[in-house]
């Protein structure tokens, strides 16, 4: 079933080359909005996943023999997604070790757009909006994120202590994860009041960056 959805991911990847953005152009959430460049270079890791975003945390309770066991609820669907967000992971650490320490995460998710953002001839229309306020919810969708990440990004989710994500429209669909130590970026130990968030101005997708056209 591995290698199936390793041919699968291959080929959502092979189909969606053309419309990829490189990830080193991709503002760093913590540094400003410059450039990330290579992982090797500064410990960061950023990946990109390909395919409709699946949220996680509905369950529902399934009979067995041993009593009734919980499970998600859209675990069809789940489950390939996270296998996928898994496998990107995985090529991105190339080998390393989970990352120790407390970790900032950016995520940003690409949603498709409905048909209602279109007029009849295909145009989007100009009052589609950039940001989704629709299902899924945001931390359901991250929630799928964080876990398929332990023990191949992080060892375990509760290592992320800054969580920052947006739901936005665009194409090809997917998700687009930064991950970054906060001690590399902090240098030393944060005392007093936790500073103000950054200006991601330029490493959030805006309308320009998402509107299809």
Sequence with gaps: MRERMRERIEAMRRSSSSSRRALG?????????????????????????????????SKTAVPTAAGPR??????????????????EAEAAMDGREPIEGPLFVFVTFVLSRPKAHYRANGELKPSAPSYCEKRPDLDKLARSILDAGSRIVWRDDSQIAALHCAKVYGSPPGARIVVEPIGLLAGERIEGPVPAAPDRSSSVPGPEVSRDQ
Aim: charged share 20%.
């Design 70 to 87: 919980m499970r998600e609820s859209n675990e069809k669907r789940l489950r390939p997604w996270r296998t996928a967000v898994a496998y």
């Design 25 to 57: 152009a991709i503002g760093s959430p913590l540094t400003g909005g410059n450039p990330i460049g290579p992982p090797a270079a500064q410990s960061l890791i950023a990946f990109e996943v390909f395919g409709d975003p699946v949220a996680q945390g």
